[in-house]
C-alpha cells in the first residue's frame, strides 16, 4: 500500500503541479450490496475525488452490469469527469468471488451464479476490475484506517449486519484461505441448541448476534435491529436483553478470532455497529467479565483489543478503492 | 521443504556415494513434554538415523538443558555419533515461545518463565537450536507427511491430548500471529455455562474434550481418558456418552477451523486420538450431521476434509526436525 513516487520525476514537466503531473487517472471502489452499489473515486494519490450510489438492480446480471455502469458513469459525471479517466475498479461483493478470474461463484443477494462479474464490468468500463468478497474486501478498508492511527500487522475485521462474517489481514494482504472463504465465522455454531440459522444449522453466531437475529430475540420479532435498539433506548428490558444476548456472542467471537488469529486488534464494523455505544458497550462489559475469570483472557484480550470503525471510515468502498489499486499495480508489473 | 540438490555435485568427488557426499551432517528434532523429551536423528536428506527419548527433568531450568543434552548425545551415541556431527537442532517445547530469540517466555509443566532455553541448548549442543511451540512445531510435521499422500497449501492441525491447541501451516510455513498464540483454540468458549477450564473460563473447547475432561465427564472422573475407552469398549452406555460429548466438541472445533481459516484438510493428532476409532467414529458423525444439516457445511465439511495423523507419522519429532532445517537453511543463506 504504498504509492511508488520514485519515478515520478521521470514524468514532471516543472509547469505543473504535483497531482496534475500524476495524470487525471482515476480509481473506482464499489461496494455492491443487494439493495444499493455504492461509489467511491479517488485520485492516484487516494485524494477523494468523489462519492456516489444507485439502487443495485438485481433482476438479471446484464441488468446489474448496466447498473453498476451507469452508478460509475453517473458519479464521475458528478466530478465532471468520464471513464476515460479511469486506471482501475475494484469492488466488494456479498458473496463467494474468484478474484483471481473475476468470476462470482455464488452472490444470493445479486442473484448471481457462476457469472463472470469482473469480465464483464471490465469490458464495459474499460479498465482492469478488481473483484473480493465484501467483507475481505472492506477488511482491507478496516486494515488501512487502522494503521492511520495505530500501526499494526496482524488484524481481523468483523462486520456485523444482516449477515456476520470476517477477514484476517496480515501486513496489508487479505488471509483468503483455501476457497476465499477464510472468516466465514458467522456460521460457526455458538449454541448447538440455538436458533435456527438460514444455512439450517443451529445456534450459528449469525442466528445470534446479526441483525435479524436480533430482531427475532424481542418480542414478537416482527421488527428491525433499529427497532430494538429505539425500545432499548427507552429502557425497555426485553430489548436490553436482546442485546446484551447478542452483544455476548459478538465478544465470543471476538474471543475466537483472537485465539485463532492471533491478531493485534479486531475492528468492528457492519450496519448494526451503528448503534454506536448501545452496542459497544455490552460488548465491552462482557469481554471485561472473561478477563476478570481468566489470566489467559486478560493477556489476550486486553481492553484495547477491539475498537469499532466509524461509519465515516467507510472501510467498504475504501477496501474496493486498495483491490482496484491493487490491480492497477499488478497491471504495471505484468 | 525443498533440498537444494542443484549444488552438490560442485563438491562431489567420484569415488564417493550421495550420502556420505553430503557428509556426516544430522538434524535433530525434539519433542520436549512435560514428562519426556523425544528425540530424532536424522541424515540430510532425512533419512532416519535413530530415535531415543528420556525423562523430561524439570527441577530448575540448568537441569532441564542438562536432562534435554543428555538425552541428544545418549541418542546420538546409539548411532555411533557425536555432537560434532550436528548441523541443527529443532525442538517443539509446550508454550509460549519466541522463535526469533529462542525465548521460552512461559512453560508452566516445564517449569520455566522467561528462560533463554534456545541460547542455552545452542551453547551446550555447538548447533543453532530453533525453538517453536510444541503444537505449531507438530503442525508442520503434519503438514510434511499430508502433502506425501495429497498435496495441500492449507492445513490444519488439531492436536487434542491433555491440552488442546491448533497450529495453521500455509505453504510449508507456520501461522504463528503476533504473539505465536495463533490457534489457541483449546480456550475458545463453546458453552459459557460449560465446565470451569483451567484457564479460569467457562465451556472452553479444552474443557470439553481433552484428556482430561472426557475422564471428568465419566462417573467420578477420577481415571483416565483411557480408562473410559476401555469402559466404552465394554459398552459402557455412559462411557460412550462421555466420548460422543467430547467427540461433539472436536466437530465443533474442525467447523470453526475450516470456517476461520478454509483449510484444505484438517489434521487430527495428539495423545486422546490413539483411541483410534472408538473417538473417530463419534467425531465423523456429528460432522456428518452438520452435513446433513446445511448445504453449507456440506461444501465446507466434506467427509475428506479430516484426516487422522498415525502415531507412526510423529509429527511432533518431524515438525522439529523441520524447524532444525530451517534453521539451517536459514544459517547457511545469512
Request: hydrophobic share 45%; net charge negative; with cysteine.
Amino acid at each position: 500500500m504504498t504509492l511508488d513516487t520514485e519515478n515520478r520525476s521521470m514524468h514532471t514537466p516543472e509547469n505543473i503541479s504535483e497531482n496534475e503531473n500524476l495524470g487525471p487517472g482515476l480509481f473506482v471502489g464499489l461496494d455492491i450490496g443487494g439493495t444499493k452499489t455504492a461509489v467511491l473515486i479517488v485520485d492516484r494519490v487516494l485524494n477523494v475525488i468523489g462519492r456516489g450510489a444507485a439502487p443495485t438492480v438485481v433482476s438479471s446480471p446484464e441488468a446489474l452490469v448496466d447498473g453498476i455502469y451507469n452508478a460509475v458513469v453517473q458519479t464521475l459525471a458528478d466530478c465532471g469527469r468520464t471513464t476515460a479517466d479511469l486506471l482501475a475498479v475494484g469492488a466488494g461483493v456479498p458473496g463467494m468471488v474468484d478474484p483471481n478470474t473475476g468470476m462470482v461463484r455464488l452472490a444470493v443477494n445479486l442473484n448471481l451464479e457462476k457469472y463472470p462479474l469482473g469480465p464483464a464490468l471490465a469490458e464495459r468500463l474499460g479498465v482492469s476490475v478488481a473483484l473480493e468478497n465484501d467483507v475481505r474486501a472492506a477488511s482491507l478498508g478496516a486494515y488501512r484506517w487502522l494503521n492511520e492511527q495505530t500501526p499494526v500487522h496482524y488484524m481481523a475485521y468483523l462486520s456485523i449486519g444482516t449477515g456476520i462474517s470476517a477477514g484476517l489481514v496480515v501486513d496489508g494482504r487479505i488471509y483468503r484461505g483455501t476457497q476465499g472463504m477464510a472468516g466465514e465465522i458467522g456460521h460457526v455454531i455458538f449454541e448447538p441448541d440455538g436458533p435456527l440459522c438460514r444455512c439450517g444449522l443451529h445456534g450459528c453466531f449469525e442466528a445470534i448476534s446479526a441483525g435479524p437475529a436480533i430482531a427475532r430475540h424481542y418480542k414478537d420479532g416482527d421488527g428491525t435491529a433499529e427497532s430494538v435498539f429505539l425500545a432499548a433506548e427507552q429502557g425497555d428490558p426485553t430489548a436490553l436483553a436482546a442485546i446484551a444476548y447478542a452483544a455476548e456472542g459478538v465478544a465470543r467471537a471476538v474471543q475466537l478470532l483472537v485465539m485463532a488469529y492471533d491478531v493485534d486488534k479486531v475492528v468492528l464494523g457492519g450496519g448494526v455497529l451503528n448503534a454506536g455505544e448501545a452496542f459497544l458497550t455490552p460488548i465491552y462489559e462482557s469481554l471485561a467479565r472473561m478477563r476478570e475469570q481468566s489470566d489467559l483472557a486478560a493477556r489476550m484480550l486486553a481492553a484495547d483489543k477491539v475498537i469499532a470503525a466509524p461509519r465515516e471510515a467507510d472501510v467498504a468502498r475504501w477496501g474496493a478503492v486498495l483491490l482496484a489499486l491493487g490491480a492497477y499495480n499488478k497491471r504495471a508489473d505484468g
